[in-house]
């Protein structure tokens, strides 16, 4: 399979590049570095079948050539990271929509299959407004509630959510072949801390043993997903086809608060510094809104593809510490 994955030197992205590589698709990947680093792609430079070509997903001159070229595009490019949203807006806004114009349109022009990567984003402060007793989780079809245009977080989730309006109408009007996956919070090695990403975070202050920083009360439920079963969904999603035209959660239904997510990470750390509370508004500027809950219902992608979460949060956990003690803090 000829293969090219966009936003491909992210930490996803190049996990998901090793692994189709190693089951011998030919690979492009396509990224701009802004978040992306090309030390993710070390073990693959060079070898038989791998390429990477540094440019942006709404640019049509890059784009076309290497679509033209593709059976397979995994579509990951986008801003990422809440700190980097807030702090860029427009170009937030503007990657994401030109890029899934570009995106979608060469790729139905040139009959490839893409896979679009959303997020939970879309979804807002459903969970939150519709169930006040915190007993369900986010199910596709639940409706999405969202806040004032004055805040910028919404505009990403907006932006994504047209991202799947976009592809959606051209499956329907044109039996465009394409995927949908809404991302939870997925984590792993490699995962930038830069824009506030929660678990490296966490365990780059725990390892320096300076205080975890916890925005809130920390009261407020996340739940997390680790890289390999995000890249292992994803890739049998794509060869499915009965995913064509359809939308999935992907992410783990097991919650945890920040609060006890902190506790884990020092304990696996080794520290014993105490957290230190922050307000919202001093992290990431005015009107900004959080949500209490944001777990995923994956009742859909286990029908689909038999889907099951092989690490706990506790091993999701060690493995970033064992990450970051070896590249990042290696004398720690």
Do not use: C
């Given at each position: 399979?000829?293969?090219?994955?966009?936003?491909?030197?992210?930490?996803?992205?190049?996990?998901?590049?090793?692994?189709?590589?190693?089951?011998?698709?030919?690979?492009?990947?396509?990224?701009?570095?802004?978040?992306?680093?090309?030390?993710?792609?070390?073990?693959?430079?060079?070898?038989?079948?791998?390429?990477?070509?540094?440019?942006?997903?709404?640019?049509?001159?890059?784009?076309?050539?290497?679509?033209?070229?593709?059976?397979?595009?995994?579509?990951?490019?986008?801003?990422?990271?809440?700190?980097?949203?807030?702090?860029?807006?427009?170009?937030?806004?503007?990657?994401?929509?030109?890029?899934?114009?570009?995106?979608?349109?060469?790729?139905?022009?040139?009959?490839?299959?893409?896979?679009?990567?959303?997020?939970?984003?879309?979804?807002?402060?459903?969970?939150?407004?519709?169930?006040?007793?915190?007993?369900?989780?986010?199910?596709?079809?639940?409706?999405?509630?969202?806040?004032?245009?004055?805040?910028?977080?919404?505009?990403?989730?907006?932006?994504?959510?047209?991202?799947?309006?976009?592809?959606?109408?051209?499956?329907?009007?044109?039996?465009?072949?394409?995927?949908?996956?809404?991302?939870?919070?997925?984590?792993?090695?490699?995962?930038?801390?830069?824009?506030?990403?929660?678990?490296?975070?966490?365990?780059?202050?725990?390892?320096?043993?300076?205080?975890?920083?916890?925005?809130?009360?920390?009261?407020?439920?996340?739940?997390?997903?680790?890289?390999?079963?995000?890249?292992?969904?994803?890739?049998?999603?794509?060869?499915?086809?009965?995913?064509?035209?359809?939308?999935?959660?992907?992410?783990?239904?097991?919650?945890?608060?920040?609060?006890?997510?902190?506790?884990?990470?020092?304990?696996?750390?080794?520290?014993?510094?105490?957290?230190?509370?922050?307000?919202?508004?001093?992290?990431?500027?005015?009107?900004?809104?959080?949500?209490?809950?944001?777990?995923?219902?994956?009742t859909k992608i286990r029908a689909a593809i038999g889907f099951e979460i092989t690490y706990s949060i506790e091993e999701i956990i060690a493995d970033v510490v064992e990450y970051e003690r070896s590249v990042v803090y290696a004398n720690v």
């Amino acid at each position: 399979m000829k293969v090219l994955i966009t936003g491909g030197a992210g930490f996803i992205g190049s996990r998901l590049a090793e692994l189709l590589h190693s089951h011998g698709d030919e690979i492009t990947v396509l990224d701009n570095l802004s978040t992306g680093r090309k030390e993710n792609l070390a073990g693959l430079e060079g070898k038989t079948g791998f390429r990477f070509v540094l440019g942006n997903v709404a640019d049509r001159s890059t784009v076309e050539p290497l679509v033209a070229q593709a059976e397979h595009v995994y579509h990951l490019a986008a801003p990422v990271g809440v700190k980097r949203i807030m702090d860029h807006p427009v170009l937030t806004i503007l990657d994401n929509v030109r890029g899934a114009d570009v995106m979608t349109e060469t790729a139905h022009k040139y009959g490839a299959k893409m896979l679009v990567a959303s997020t939970s984003e879309v979804y807002g402060r459903s969970l939150d407004l519709l169930d006040p007793t915190g007993t369900r989780k986010l199910a596709e079809e639940d409706y999405r509630i969202e806040g004032s245009t004055q805040n910028h977080r919404w505009a990403y989730a907006n932006t994504k959510a047209l991202d799947e309006f976009l592809a959606l109408a051209y499956y329907k009007e044109f039996g465009f072949q394409t995927v949908i996956v809404r991302f939870f919070n997925t984590v792993g090695p490699r995962q930038l801390s830069d824009y506030g990403m929660v678990i490296p975070n966490f365990v780059r202050r725990a390892l320096r043993k300076e205080p975890i920083e916890i925005y809130g009360t920390g009261e407020q439920k996340r739940s997390f997903l680790h890289v390999n079963d995000a890249i292992r969904a994803v890739v049998a999603l794509m060869n499915e086809p009965a995913a064509v035209g359809q939308v999935f959660n992907l992410g783990n239904p097991e919650e945890i608060t920040i609060n006890e997510l902190a506790r884990k990470v020092m304990a696996v750390a080794g520290s014993d510094v105490p957290p230190v509370y922050k307000d919202y508004q001093s992290a990431y500027g005015k009107g900004f809104e959080d949500m209490n809950r944001r777990t995923a219902d994956i009742t859909k992608i286990r029908a689909a593809i038999g889907f099951e979460i092989t690490y706990s949060i506790e091993e999701i956990i060690a493995d970033v510490v064992e990450y970051e003690r070896s590249v990042v803090y290696a004398n720690v």
